[in-house]
């Protein structure tokens, strides 16, 4: 503010503020043009979207012994209430002009659905990949995890430090050293990101009750591929045993097999056999089973590697198996097809794009991509 012929004038004022707001719109269109640039190289243009929501599928209902009197206090405990539980949690997405077959993610132990939808370093997960590529996606939490934590059966959940377990398990390395040529960021944020991913059991959730819930999205859904990861692919083969919506599997590293009685090999951790013209269900559509990198083929000292040789062992068994019967199951383990360093987690691993390209040719061959 000045004093000019015995007058007062602001003029230096607004000046100077007309400079501090261009300055800061300058700075905003900067921040903004900086920010598309990051979305731009992250993802590969706009998701156009027909609809989508979210929605429970299966689970149970309970009821306690008394009478419910509406006119206590909320906090006091009483009887004659019911609870609503055992259910899946479902987000879902429906492109424009959307493929007949849409795709049902279940995520593994300790995961979420998130699994699907991101990676640790922040890149698009399978979830968008394939909403591009024209498929409807329903991306479920199991009963008792994530979105679908009320169960009827209580657990109690620890809180024991394990994220070394984890990464030692999931093959990213054997802590704190990364195997050499791993497709998984190196760098803290996204280690961190990764052990964020991690959720536990929320309630004594049973293997049946994940396959009536998940059988349960199916007819919602429709027609669909069924893809699974780890600990979900024992519940997705009886899923498409159970309902005939299931016209694919694409399974991630699943841990278990389901075998037709008295051909359960020793160690398979699918549970028992199930009759034989169950079993046959599964050789009546088109499976895919990927695994990563850093399999033995010999024993080694090393628990975490012993026992993914033996799961991909197993795997191996029950494809010849599938297939003796009539079925088209097909085993890939990346490195012999000359893709290497992917970690138990495939699906959100820097190359997960190229896999994601392997399992689209698939389709294609096996005309699930109309």
Not at 80 to 101: C, E, L, M, S, W
Not at 208 to 220: D, P, Q, R, Y
Request: glycine content about 10%; hydrophobic content about 35%.
């Amino acid at each position: 503010m000045q004093k000019i012929n015995g007058k007062i004038t602001q003029s230096n004022q607004k000046g100077s503020s007309i400079l501090q707001l261009n300055t800061l719109l300058l700075c905003a269109v900067v921040i903004i043009v900086s920010s598309c640039a990051t979305t731009k190289q992250n993802n590969s243009g706009n998701l156009v979207i027909k609809e989508q929501g979210a929605f429970s599928a299966g689970g149970t209902v309970i009821t306690s012994e008394g009478t419910f009197d509406p006119l206590k206090p909320w906090n006091v405990p009483q009887g004659g209430q019911t609870r609503h539980g055992d259910h899946a949690d479902v987000f879902y997405q429906i492109p424009v002009n959307a493929k007949h077959n849409a795709m049902v993610f279940l995520h593994g132990y300790g995961q979420s659905r998130r699994s699907w939808q991101t990676t640790a370093d922040g890149r698009e997960g399978f979830a968008d990949m394939f909403l591009r590529r024209g498929y409807g996606v329903y991306l479920v939490d199991q009963p008792g995890r994530g979105e679908a934590g009320q169960t009827t059966k209580a657990i109690q959940i620890a809180a024991t430090p394990d994220d070394q377990t984890w990464f030692t398990q999931f093959r990213i390395g054997q802590y704190p050293e990364f195997y050499d040529g791993i497709q998984f960021p190196k760098d803290s944020l996204s280690l961190n990101s990764f052990f964020r991913m991690m959720t536990p059991n929320t309630g004594n959730v049973d293997e049946a009750t994940i396959v009536n819930a998940l059988s349960a999205v199916f007819e919602k859904s429709g027609d669909g591929i069924l893809f699974t990861h780890s600990a979900g692919g024992s519940p997705g083969w009886k899923t498409a045993i159970k309902n005939d919506h299931v016209k694919a599997i694409i399974a991630i590293e699943p841990g278990g097999f389901t075998f037709p009685q008295g051909e359960v090999p020793e160690g398979n951790r699918g549970g028992p056999g199930v009759p034989l013209e169950e079993f046959m269900k599964l050789t009546k559509i088109p499976i895919i089973v990927y695994y990563g990198d850093n399999i033995p083929k010999e024993e080694t000292n090393a628990a975490s590697l012993n026992f993914w040789r033996n799961v991909l062992a197993t795997a191996r068994q029950w494809a010849k198996v599938v297939n003796a019967h009539g079925g088209d199951a097909t085993i890939v383990y990346l490195p012999e097809a000359g893709i290497k360093g992917n970690t138990h987690f495939i699906m959100s691993d820097l190359n997960n794009k190229e896999i994601a390209d392997l399992i689209t040719k698939w389709l294609k061959e096996k005309g699930l991509d109309k």
